[in-house]
């Protein structure tokens, strides 16, 4: 048997890891933007409660490997009585892992807003945080975009991680039949091959979303 007619015989095995895959990317990335954001505006407040929370959370985020967190998560948290599935695992770990670089992409966008913007919503009487949501936030959203585009690229390569806690996404299903057929080259180059026509797609629409955004920030 070629190697394209295996190929095509194990796609319908291996499309559902793909899309628990694709799954754990987007529940990753649903949860770890919006966690990002909250931590990059604590950061920039003047509390340093606020401050110490916001730089424990994004340096351990930041310093542990995803494998890492999702081991202990994983085989910590039953000592302290706390169980988990391993998909709900893998979420957590990748969305703390998600949240804590783009809290990093978030700060660099609002310190990139030029003072000038910051100066003219204090002359238009907008302070505080109605300055920030109205003047500066969408700004620094617009220059962060790319980068978190490019970081969700990551997050999907990163969701191979779950294997190690048995999630059943692609790398797993990958292995299961390489496990039965002993066609450990074919089946990983095919693996290899899903992974990275998704990459390139993803990096394909960031690279879009770089060049019309980069006109529209010209244009401003």
């Avoid at 910051?118 to 975009?145: D, N, V």
């Avoid at 779950?162 to 095919?190: C, D, H, R």
């Amino acid at each position: 048997m070629d190697m394209l007619s295996q190929w095509l015989g194990w796609l319908p095995s291996l499309a559902p890891g793909l899309l628990v895959s694709l799954q754990l990317t987007g529940l990753s990335l649903l949860f770890g933007f919006p966690l990002g954001l909250l931590f990059a505006v604590m950061a920039a407040a003047k509390l340093a409660p606020l401050q110490w929370i916001s730089f424990l959370f994004v340096e351990v985020g930041r310093g542990l490997p995803a494998l890492v967190l999702l081991y202990l998560l994983y085989f910590s948290l039953p000592d302290a009585g706390i169980t988990l599935t391993s998909l709900t695992t893998a979420i957590i770990a990748l969305t703390w892992n998600t949240g804590a670089y783009a809290s990093e992409y978030f700060r660099a966008g609002i310190a990139s807003v030029p003072l000038g913007q910051k100066e003219a919503a204090l002359t238009s009487g907008l302070r505080g945080w109605t300055g920030f949501r109205l003047i500066i936030l969408p700004q620094a959203l617009r220059i962060s975009t790319p980068p978190l585009a490019g970081l969700a690229v990551l997050v999907f390569q990163g969701s191979a991680l779950a294997f190690v806690i048995a999630v059943p996404e692609l790398m797993s299903k990958g292995f299961e039949i390489a496990s039965i057929t002993f066609e450990y080259l074919s089946v990983y180059l095919l693996t290899a091959a899903i992974y990275g026509s998704i990459t390139l797609l993803f990096l394909g629409f960031v690279r879009v979303l770089e060049r019309r955004l980069g006109r529209h920030l010209q244009r401003n």
